[in-house]
């Protein structure tokens, strides 16, 4: 078979795609982060710095290449992580201005006309809301992804231009690589897969007849699979990170207990996911429309994200622009350059209609906000299409193009002339560079750092402090493990606890001494005997041995020493104790009288649904779980409805809390789904400033109501807090939990 | 006719180069190495294993 690619066809332009990557890489820089933030990204770095495992499937590949990233010599371990993404969504712009260049190559014979369209492709990519604020913060691993993704696109259409020949070959068995180690990254690493089978099935069908070839390139996606070793491995070690444990081994490393059925089991269930529980595809979890629909949302906020509704006119307007360029640009790339739409075109098919088919999201959690009690996504997930959108960007910018010559064609004038008059139209591909700075951008954004900060030091030192998901968890391992902040706090989430691995990675935990130079003021001048014992007394055995529940649903007494709650299981989330709940109270207590024990103020009714809300004692962000019930005093007050409030711990706790300043310095919450945070601030000086007033101290209730105004203000949320006593804040949200076990109904 | 798919046998060098810097990196990774593991598993995977598959 010979080449479809014309003799005189132009080189690629590398250095032209260099330098857009570069721009793209410079703006990525200016809206860089400067530390962590909230959902998955503290995970994430942690998990790079301490060279552990994340939530499953634990992508090995990601890990391997953020603990690189960590060891380079400047910034902080965060800004090392973060880098990381820019350069990969840098990389992807680059690529995709050279896929486009390649499009219009067949059309274009203006040198300098070609470029600038490819150069509108680079930019609307690396604009569009969901790539670029993914690209300025290491959230997860998904720009990674991304360049896997758009780096295989590219050499697939290379391929496609090849001679039939070794180097065609040899391409085609990178490519399988490549797929491989791009599922070791995240199992996104297999959608290029379906449009490259068309892509060889279109272009040189007899491929399949190559068993020699074929053969070679199984084993070589077999080879990029193979960092999937790094987990039992890793795990073996217990790092600090070691979520789903896929390990044999349960003291150090060895032989045997690697190469064990356990260690093979669990690190199958790691790769599949298996937590998660997630039904099959045949279960739709919310209508096909509305899955759709939520692809739409998400497509209208790449061009203008909008976050408030304040201009939802414009928004709709250019999706629907932006959404006719991509299907005019589908159209120009088929007549153009067929050899490349036979891969690009299914590409496009897979990542969003396919994608949205098998991803099988319940509602968005900005979706259809009219539809009360609809199952819904903890949080929005539009980076679950950040490959679509970033496809769909150069479709986008070919169907700019296209309306550009279109215009070009109609004006007077000579020559390039024509062109130049009507290149302002391209200005179009300016809008989401505008539209979306101020939402996308993530620099100077430090407020879940400080959040960390704040609520670790919210608990006394070595005390226990339990969490509910997410966002009041992974900063406190980020600030703890990559920080070396409040090391001595033992956190507990619950959402972990239900699982298997948490609990004996707990009781591994050592004990580390308290650091009074990185901790608060309030808590100088004391001496913090450490505690020698560990954190459970069971042993792991044991630990293993807790029930997924315990079918008990009328109210139980829980007694430990002078401790005396009444357990009502209807006001547990499931209705009976599961074993987080069943671990809680097995902490509370074999640490009674040895740990101060906490509960976050962000885990909403937990403390009443344990019955412990008589000894509940409100000392900053955290509630203290005290050994008798709480008294009423000048410094401990009971607040209708909340409880027990220790006033100059909490007091002193809030001047030294970094979190408020810092999201006023911001001045905007643009993710939704997290605003609990910003609100259990609000909620706190809100308490504090009532307490304050009811005992004659006027300036300095006025001073934390006025900064509870203001945070209200600039994070959207005054709303929650309208009524005419303190409200508590809402919980956070329970981030991907792992499924608890299926309880039966109440008979 | 269908052309045999080969193996050019001058990049056998760069194969095992590639195979070499795995192998050390995971025996570094399993004695605990965090530092030298990871960047030699980085570029055998990224670098070397690509390289040995594109070589001419």
Redesign the interface.
């Known amino acids: 078979m010979t080449s479809t690619r014309p003799l005189d066809a132009p080189r690629p332009a590398y250095g032209a795609a260099a330098i857009a990557g570069v721009l793209v890489l410079v703006l990525y820089l200016v809206t860089l982060a400067p530390t962590t933030a909230m959902w998955d990204t503290s995970e994430y770095i942690t998990a790079a710095y301490t060279l552990g495992i994340p939530h499953p499937p634990g992508n090995p590949l990601f890990v391997l290449l953020g603990r690189v990233a960590t060891l380079f010599p400047f910034g902080s371990v965060a800004v090392r992580v973060n880098l990381l993404a820019a350069l990969c969504s840098a990389g992807t712009a680059t690529v995709w201005f050279l896929v486009a260049e390649r499009v219009l190559s067949r059309w274009f014979t203006l040198r300098w006309a070609r470029l600038t369209g490819a150069a509108v492709a680079a930019l609307l990519s690396a604009t569009a809301f969901t790539v670029w604020n993914q690209s300025v913060v290491n959230e997860k691993v998904y720009t990674v992804s991304l360049a896997f993704f758009a780096i295989v696109s590219w050499l697939t259409v290379m391929w496609c231009d090849d001679p039939d020949g070794r180097r065609a070959d040899r391409l085609l068995v990178l490519i399988a690589y490549l797929i491989g180690l791009g599922y070791a990254n995240h199992p996104a690493g297999f959608l290029v897969g379906p449009a490259v089978a068309v892509a060889v099935l279109a272009r040189r069908p007899r491929t399949v007849l190559r068993w020699k070839l074929i053969l070679a390139a199984v084993l070589a996606l077999g080879l990029g699979l193979t960092p999937f070793a790094v987990e039992p491995i890793r795990a073996a070690h217990h790092p600090a990170l070691n979520e789903g444990e896929p390990t044999g081994c349960t003291e150090s490393i060895g032989l045997k207990c690697t190469f064990s059925s356990t260690t093979y089991s669990r690190l199958m269930d790691n790769i599949n996911r298996v937590q998660y529980a997630k039904p099959a595809l045949s279960e739709r979890q919310a209508p096909l429309s509305a899955q759709a629909g939520m692809w739409w949302l998400y497509f209208k906020w790449q061009w203008l994200r909008d976050s408030h509704g304040s201009q939802s006119g414009l928004q709709l307007v250019l999706a629907l622009l932006f959404f006719g360029l991509g299907v005019a640009g589908g159209v120009v790339h088929w007549r153009q350059d067929r050899a490349s739409f036979w891969f690009f075109g299914p590409l496009i098919f897979t990542v969003t209609v396919a994608l949205v088919y098998y991803m099988n999201f319940k509602y968005g959690a900005s979706q259809s906000p009219e539809l009360a009690g609809v199952p819904r996504e903890v949080r929005d997930r539009d980076y679950f299409y950040l490959w679509s959108y970033s496809a769909w960007s150069v479709w986008a910018a070919l169907g700019l193009v296209a309306l550009w010559r279109a215009l070009a064609v109609r004006v007077q004038g000579e020559g390039a002339s024509r062109w130049l008059t009507t290149a302002p139209i391209l200005l179009l591909g300016a809008f989401p560079l505008v539209g979306n700075w101020r939402d996308a951008s993530r620099a100077g954004e430090t407020t879940t750092r400080e959040w960390a900060h704040d609520l670790l030091n919210s608990v006394e030192p070595y005390g226990i402090l339990i969490t509910l998901g997410d966002n009041d968890t992974f900063p406190l391992w980020y600030a703890q493990e990559v920080e070396g902040v409040r090391q001595d706090v033992t956190v507990a989430v619950t959402s972990l606890l239900n699982t298997d691995w948490y609990p004996r990675a707990l009781l591994r935990r050592p004990i580390v001494p308290y650091d009074a130079t990185k901790g608060p003021a309030v808590y100088r001048g004391r001496r913090w005997p450490m505690p020698t014992t560990p954190i459970f007394s069971a042993t792991i055995a044991q630990l293993d041995s807790v029930p997924e529940y315990v079918d008990l649903r009328t109210p139980q007494l829980f007694q430990q020493g002078t401790l005396r709650a009444v357990v009502d299981p209807r006001q547990l989330e499931y209705g009976v104790p599961v074993r987080s709940d069943l671990l809680v109270l097995q902490l509370l207590k074999d640490n009674y009288g040895v740990r101060p024990f906490y509960i976050a103020r962000t885990t909403g009714g937990y403390v009443q649904a344990l019955g412990l809300e008589p000894y509940a004692l409100m000392q900053g962000l955290a509630n203290r779980i005290l050994t008798t019930p709480s008294p009423t005093n000048a410094d401990t007050v009971a607040v209708p409805g909340l409880g027990h409030v220790d006033v100059p711990r909490s007091l002193s706790l809030w001047r030294s809390y970094g979190g408020p300043a810092s999201i006023l310095a911001r001045g905007d919450w643009v993710d939704r789904p997290s605003v609990n945070i910003p609100a259990t601030y609000i909620g706190t000086a809100l308490i504090l400033g009532q307490v304050l007033g009811q005992q004659g101290d006027t300036a300095q209730a006025n001073k934390l109501r006025r900064t509870a105004v203001e945070l209200g203000h600039v994070t959207r949320t005054l709303d929650l807090f309208m009524g005419p006593e303190p409200a508590p804040p809402p919980p956070v949200q329970g981030g991907d939990a792992p499924r608890s076990a299926p309880i039966p109904a109440n008979p | 006719m269908?052309?045999?798919?080969?193996?050019?046998a001058h990049t056998r060098l760069l194969r095992w180069s590639a195979a070499l810097v795995?192998l050390a990196g995971?025996v570094d990774?399993?004695a605990?190495g965090?530092?030298l593991?990871?960047?030699l598993?980085?570029t055998g995977?990224?670098v070397l294993?690509?390289l040995a598959?594109?070589?001419?």
Do not use: H, M, N, S
């Open positions: 269908i052309r045999p798919f080969t193996w050019p795995l995971y990774l399993a605990g965090l530092t593991a990871p960047v598993l980085v995977y990224l294993v690509p598959l594109l070589a001419r």
